[in-house]
T-cell receptor, first 116, second 117 residues
Framework: AQTVTQSQPEMSVQEAETVTLSCTYDTSESNYYLFWYKQPPSRQMILVIR??????QNATENRFSVNFQKAAKSFSLKISDSQLGDTAMYFCAFIYSGGSNYKLTFGKGTLLTVNP | NAGVTQTPKFQVLKTGQSMTLQCAQD?????MSWYRQDPGMGLRLIHYSVGAGITDQGEVPNGYNVSRSTTEDFPLRLLSAAPSQTSVYFC????????????????FGEGSRLTVL
């Protein structure tokens, strides 16, 4: 079974600075997807970024980028130019891409606070 | 565009009572699921469905029942509520196989906060 570990329960950053959230995972599979989801105080879950394991290039979405290290099974999220609206719980998630797979595995989350 | 709609948003139950959390989506998604979110535990999958008439268990299915009679609706039933079921519940849907073209893009409802006394 896959496991996803987020070792930082809480983090804080000053507005306009850069912050990196860590995520490691454990799997014996070679083909999979990794994701970061954001949950602001409104509780609405939002997909931030997606990485396919077979792609060496790190995914980027505006101010959000990832550092995907497949051999180390590491998948960190970098938020540049942090904004107050980035304050949220962030979840790392994994899914195996082979066959019919319907189970997305989430980490326990990192609460990020952006301070003015 | 309604997306995924959950009702009720808040509910207080007494131990032993039963209730149903409703979930409806208007995106013609084949895949629907229920998660519970507890502090320090992340989101854990309760049950999921890959189409009308098809359901399967997730990570924490005990104490919950589901059915999928239509593509749009996926209700979650608590037959005899227990304090351990106090949680925030999320319904989420997606187009089909989560590892397909739209991999991982789950569409979530706004959550239902359930308290069992």
């Amino acid at each position: 079974a896959q496991t996803v570990t987020q070792s930082q329960p809480e983090m804080s950053v000053q507005e306009a600075e850069t912050v990196t959230l860590s995520c490691t995972y454990d799997t014996s599979e070679s083909n999979y997807y990794l994701f970061w989801y954001k949950q602001p105080p409104s509780r609405q879950m939002i997909l931030v970024i997606r990485q396919e394991a077979y792609k060496q290039q790190n995914a980027t979405e505006n101010r959000f980028s990832v550092n995907f290290q497949k051999a180390a099974k590491s998948f960190s999220l970098k938020i540049s130019d942090s904004q107050l609206g980035d304050t949220a719980m962030y979840f790392c998630a994994f899914i195996y891409s082979g066959g019919s797979n319907y189970k997305l595995t989430f980490g326990k989350g990192t609460l990020l606070t952006v301070n003015p | 565009n309604a997306g995924v709609t959950q009702t009720p948003k808040f509910q207080v139950l007494k131990t032993g009572q039963s209730m149903t959390l409703q979930c409806a989506q208007d995106m013609n998604h084949e895949y629907m699921s229920w998660y519970r979110q507890d502090p320090g535990m992340g989101l854990r999958l309760i049950h999921y469905s890959v189409g009308a008439g098809i359901t399967d268990q997730g990570e924490v299915p005990n104490g919950y029942n589901v059915s999928r009679s239509t593509t749009e609706d996926f209700p979650l039933r608590l037959l005899s509520a227990a304090p351990s079921q106090t949680s925030v519940y999320f319904c989420a849907s997606s187009y089909s196989n989560l590892a397909g073209v739209t991999a991982g893009e789950l569409f979530f409802g706004e959550g239902s906060r359930l308290t069992v006394l």
